[in-house]
């Protein structure tokens, strides 16, 4: 089976959206693009889980394909670990699915196999989960409620990056904020191996009442597109210039 880049959008948020399109739909489409759309929701101590604003994390993470998780600021940093590694291995069954439907029949799924013949292949799936490739582009709300979270977030996100970087294949992160000063994303910091230098930009994020959800996530995902379209291009001059 072949080894490809596993995709992912981050969603960290704490409320409803309020401007623009509905996030669910643009997270549906994100999905159908190959990428997959996680969404952690961030309570306040005083806050319950029934909360009408959260009800919309599990949507878009329904609608993208991935994995969601509604958490108290003071075990963010675990539940992002495990959201991320969760939505690999649940991308990765999928992805086997599709195979044993090719080579068994449309009606074969992973639960339709003997026990023994399943973990064998849930063995497979770990071993992918360590070998493939990872670009993680995390999408942080920083609207007016999220302030005083932010600081958790940024450890988080390091301890994320520590924690993936004990796979053998190669991880790429991102970060955006939402809203941006001028567009519906600001990017934080470009694609990057390591998170490393978050703890230098991160100070620096300014916050906003609104909470335009669903055109962030339409920028976010057009940003896999560039990185992939300036990568060809780069290879395409080096080319030149070695034929040259």
């Given at each position: ?135 993680v582009l995390v999408?942080v709300d920083t ?102």
């Open positions: 089976m072949k080894k490809g880049t596993l995709k992912q959008i981050l969603l960290i948020t704490d409320g409803c959206s309020n401007k623009g399109e509905n996030p669910s739909a643009v997270a549906a489409l994100a999905y159908e693009q190959g990428i997959t759309v996680n969404v952690i929701g961030v309570l306040e101590d005083n806050q319950t889980e029934n909360d009408g604003g959260l009800q919309e994390v599990e949507e878009i993470a329904l609608s993208g394909g991935g994995v969601s998780q509604i958490v108290y600021q003071q075990v963010l940093s675990k539940t992002v670990q495990a959201v991320t590694k969760q939505a690999m291995t649940q991308t990765l069954q999928g992805v086997v699915n599709q195979e044993l439907k090719q080579i068994l029949g449309p009606n074969q799924s992973l639960e339709d196999l003997p026990p023994e013949q399943r973990g064998e292949v849930m063995e497979v799936v770990e071993d992918l989960g360590e070998t493939c490739d990872l670009e999408l609207s007016a409620s999220m302030t005083d979270k932010l600081p958790t977030v940024q450890e988080a996100l390091f301890d994320l990056s520590v924690s993936l970087n004990a796979r053998i294949g190669r991880n790429r992160f991102s970060i955006y904020a939402f809203p941006g000063k001028k567009a519906a994303i600001n990017k934080v910091l470009d694609w990057s191996p390591r998170l490393d230098s978050i703890s230098s930009v991160f100070p620096k994020l300014t916050s906003g009442g609104i909470t335009p959800t669903g055109p962030a996530l339409k920028e976010a995902m057009y940003q896999f597109g560039k990185k992939s379209l300036l990568r060809s291009f780069r290879n395409e001059n080096r080319s030149d210039i070695e034929e040259a």
